[in-house]
């Protein structure tokens, strides 16, 4: 067998084993998606496997079939499961065989989206054009692709920051400008809108959790009271951030309503649209989105309910030099040019944290131009059509209950008895080691309950089917077993 590689370069030998290696592991690829449905969705890598993975560091080459043959044997078959059909726990997009060929040739070019003046820029700038333009944002918006959501929302808060008091802010630091700033959101808001304004340096403290209505959606009245007390007691408000698609059930805030309270109130308006938000590809439901046209930044996630690989956040903000105070810098390394490499007169260094960025962009560039937008929002529908037959099945059912709305995609429900808490909790750890659906759990009203978050494009009502039986099956198991349940709980 041919050494792996060249002693002064890391190109092979002979490309013509390379190219049939390739070949070979993409065909391996294919066939994994082709059977996902008759793969265990989920199973806990066992000892031996585990002990494949964790060897010393490894000083000497190795046969690139030998690697690819532990990656087959070892790692592939104990995925996190989000690509199976019947995945349903987390809001997690499942992917597809075109995303994947792209991130391959993503990875190929090895392109640096820092900055200068090559064509994997202007994809990324292309995407920002059309997301711009799918929001309703106007031609001076700028956006930029990041990790997930998490981080778009934090660097939503930065720019909301930077609104608030100033790019001197960034020098001088929140101690020396003397202002105390407080944001508002729905207790049904992410966790990482706390996070983002924990790291941001203004303190969890400062973000108010305004009480959500019986549709999960934040109190208007609430928090109009909760801004006008912080007035009162000499506080600054600066960010009301909306909710496009809640974690635990998929509400909707009335986004317009907030847009005309943070447009009275001078506050920022910013948008968590990390699965929701492409509910405007669907036009049936697009109109629920009305208001996210007027923000002042928006959150999503391209690979979520746009089925993109993972991973491939967005953030979109209105106002482009108020974006680019946020964050750019001026280094003798980032330095301009007139000719060359290093002209060009969007740089997205400019945007967002980071230097180093890969070609995230290529991938949606990709997944829409081969789908195309009209049939992400099928997929978006489709779901939707799925959970409201999953809704109708609890509610069918005397065994189970519909603990909550179910405005877009995610069914909140449960077995019903005495004990629900724990006996929803353990029915759920049982579909995940049976391995042919996973839905996850939450807390409604106090209550620990079922979440089925549909979000795959290879979900379909045989999932759903399954979903039902299943829940049923060991709901009553646990019911016949209850004295020995209740020792584990």
């Known amino acids: 067998m041919s050494e792996p590689c060249l002693s002064r370069s890391l190109d092979p ?61 070892a ?7 989000n690509a199976h059909p019947g995945f349903m726990g987390w809001v997690q997009g499942g992917g597809t065989p075109v995303g994947m060929l792209a991130e391959m040739l993503a990875a ?14 202007e994809v990324e700038r292309q995407l920002v054009t059309w997301t711009r333009d799918l929001f309703g944002f106007p031609r001076s918006a700028t956006g930029l692709f990041v ?148 923000a002042d930044s928006l959150a999503f996630d391209w690979h979520k309910w746009g089925q993109v690989p993972y991973d491939s956040g967005f953030l979109l903000v209105r106002d482009g030099e108020l974006h680019r105070e946020t964050f750019a810098t001026d280094a003798a390394y980032l330095r301009r040019a007139e000719r060359g ?48 037959m999953l809704a109708a099945r609890v509610t069918a059912e005397p065994e189970l209950e519909l603990l909550a709305p179910v405005p877009l995609n995610i069914v909140c429900f449960g077995y019903r008895g005495a004990d629900s808490n724990c006996l929803n909790a353990e029915i759920v750890a049982n579909l995940h080691e049976e391995g042919r659906v996973a839905p996850s759990l939450t807390t409604i009203g106090g209550r620990t309950v079922i979440r089925a978050a549909i979000v795959n494009h290879r979900t379909a009502a045989e999932d759903i089917d399954a979903l039902v039986r299943s829940v049923l099956m060991h709901g009553r198991a646990a019911k016949v077993l209850s004295p020995h349940r209740a020792r584990r709980c």
């Open 341 to 388: 490499l290093a002209t060009g007169d969007w740089w997205p260094c400019d945007y967002g944290p980071d230097l180093s960025r890969g070609f995230r962009a290529l991938k949606t560039w990709f997944t829409l131009k081969t789908y195309g937008a009209d049939a992400i929002g099928r997929v978006i529908a489709e779901t939707v059509s799925l959970a409201r």
């Open 147 to 294: 990790t997930g959501t998490s981080a778009a929302n934090f660097m939503g808060v930065l720019v909301a920051r930077t609104r608030a008091l100033g790019s001197s802010v960034r020098d001088r630091g929140l101690a020396e400008m003397g202002r105390h700033l407080t944001a508002y959101a729905s207790e049904a808001a992410h966790g990482c809108i706390a996070r983002a304004m924990e790291m941001a340096g203004l303190g969890r403290n400062q973000l108010r959790l305004v009480p959500a209505d019986s549709e999960h959606r934040i109190q208007i009245t609430a928090l109009r009271r909760a801004i006008a007390i912080d007035r009162e007691n000499g506080l600054q408000p600066f960010l009301l951030i909306g909710t496009a698609g809640t974690v635990d059930v998929g509400a909707i805030d009335d986004l317009t309503t907030l847009a005309t309270i943070a447009e009275t109130e001078q506050l920022h308006f910013h948008v968590d649209g990390a699965f929701g938000a492409l509910a405007m590809l669907a036009p049936e439901f697009a109109p629920r989105l009305a208001g996210i046209e007027r």
């Open 75 to 81: 790692i592939l078959p104990y995925s996190s499961g």
């Open 108 to 121: 190929g070019m090895n392109a640096n989206l820092g900055g200068r003046n090559h064509m994997a820029i």
């Open 13 to 73: 030998i002979d490309w013509s084993d390379l190219r049939r290696d390739g070949h070979r592991m993409l065909d391996d690829m294919f066939d994994h998606f082709e059977g996902l449905r008759d793969q265990p969705l989920w199973q806990a890598p066992p000892p031996d496997k585990l002990a494949v993975i964790r060897e010393t560091l490894p000083r000497a080459p190795t046969a690139l079939r030998h690697v690819h043959s532990q990656f087959l044997s």
